[in-house]
């Protein structure tokens, strides 16, 4: 039913930051948990950030925390996340997702998935 597309990945040099923003189709975005999970060259996809309904209550894989911040802004149907002080190894794939029902950070249990952007991180 929902539809999500993903920008604001790139290229930055370690230490440096980027902002992710994953934009909804529809208007039953505030009815979802969304989530932010990642995949790494070599690696399996895995989660790094949740924010509620909401987005009064967030969750973060310990890779991250207190590095990146998960938002989110239901009037405009958009999901952001807010990566600083970049590191190599946090170079992957990002995927926001969508949660009917769940406040979850398993990759089961998120229904709808974006496309993906590329984050590139180097020393």
């Known amino acids: 039913q929902v539809q999500l597309v993903e920008s604001g990945g790139g290229l930055v040099q370690a230490g440096g930051s980027l902002r992710l923003s994953c934009a909804a189709s529809e208007g039953t975005f505030s009815t979802y948990t969304m989530g932010w999970f990642r995949q790494a060259p070599g690696k399996e996809r895995e989660f790094v950030a949740h924010?509620?309904?909401?987005?009064?209550?967030?969750a973060y894989a310990d890779s991250v925390k207190g590095r990146f911040t998960v938002s989110r802004d239901n009037a405009k149907n958009t999901v952001y996340l807010q990566l600083n002080s970049l590191k190599p190894e946090d170079t992957a794939v990002y995927y926001c997702a969508a949660s009917r029902n769940l406040y979850t950070s398993e990759i089961a249990n998120y229904d709808y998935w974006g496309q993906g952007t590329q984050v590139t991180v180097s020393s």
């Open positions: 924010i509620s309904r909401s987005g009064i209550t967030t």
